[in-house]
């Protein structure tokens, strides 16, 4: 059974840093594109980042361009985002996420192709 374990969160200044980490278990992960989302309260969640299983090619969220960057490591079976400049609109509970078909060719951006989530990070930017 995957398994997707977020850490990282917590509390910041904007304007500041965190580092968001996401290990899985479970079945093979350099095979799997993998995914960043949030939700913040009242909202829908919402596409943040994304990378493919080589790890070449990723796509964002326009709101979190030039501010975002996620990579991966496959030797480590984890997933990383990193989040500078952090602004109060990125609170979020920050959920990772796994595809659920091997070797896709391009980018997952939608909630319904990622077929596995953990159970999120707390993130909240303070004004």
């Known amino acids: 059974q995957v398994q997707l374990v977020e850490s990282g969160g917590g509390l910041v200044q904007a304007g500041g840093s965190l580092r968001l980490s996401c290990a899985a278990s479970?079945?093979?992960?350099?095979?799997?594109?993998m995914g960043w989302f949030r939700q913040a309260p009242g909202k829908e969640r919402e596409f943040v980042a994304a990378?493919?299983?080589?790890?070449?090619?990723?796509d964002y969220a326009d709101s979190v361009k030039g501010r975002f960057t996620i990579s991966r490591d496959n030797a480590q079976n984890t997933v990383y985002l990193q989040m500078n400049s952090l602004k109060p609109e990125d609170t979020a509970v920050y959920y990772c996420?796994?595809?659920?078909?091997?070797?896709?060719?391009?980018?997952?951006?939608?909630?319904?192709?990622?077929?596995?989530w953990g159970r999120g990070t707390q993130v909240t930017v303070s004004s």
């Open positions: 996420a796994a595809d659920s078909l091997s070797y896709r060719g391009v980018v997952p951006v939608t909630t319904t192709t990622f077929g596995y």
């Open positions: 990378i493919t299983w080589r790890g070449v090619t990723t």
């Open positions: 479970g079945r093979t992960f350099s095979r799997y594109a």
